[in-house]
């Protein structure tokens, strides 16, 4: 399973054709949309990924991916695929700000927050 982080002003369809190349290959690809930074926060203000610069104010997004995570691992809002993914293998991709977001849940440093926020469950990221 990859989870896929688009950049600011990105949607769960951005980047539609690695899901697609993902899955050619048996990889289940989990495309997210991180509200407050997606596509209907930034037409609504502009200024809204102005927060990039700022790890408190990313940390929404950087939580998103533990939930999910946490999500893969117990199946609760994936009934529906259930015994076909395997919770101990999950990676993570991203592009833009979406990168900075796995960079983060990977382990890298971030400002006032250490280490804190990275998911050692995650097996791969790029």
Request: aromatic share 4%.
């Amino acid at each position: 399973m990859v989870i896929y982080c688009p950049g600011g002003g990105g949607n769960r369809n951005s980047n539609e054709m690695l899901g697609r190349h993902l899955a050619s290959h048996g990889l289940a690809a989990l495309p997210l949309q991180h509200e407050g930074s997606d596509d209907r926060a930034v037409r609504s203000n502009p200024k809204a990924l102005q927060a990039v610069n700022d790890p408190k104010a990313s940390e929404p997004r950087f939580r998103d991916i533990g939930f999910v995570a946490r999500n893969i691992r117990t199946g609760e809002s994936l009934v529906e695929l259930q015994g076909r993914l395997d919770p101990g293998r999950i990676g993570i991709s991203g592009q833009s700000y979406g990168g900075l977001t796995c960079q983060v849940v990977a382990g890298q440093i971030a400002e006032g927050h250490d280490q804190k926020l990275a998911l050692p469950e995650l097996r791969g990221a790029f």
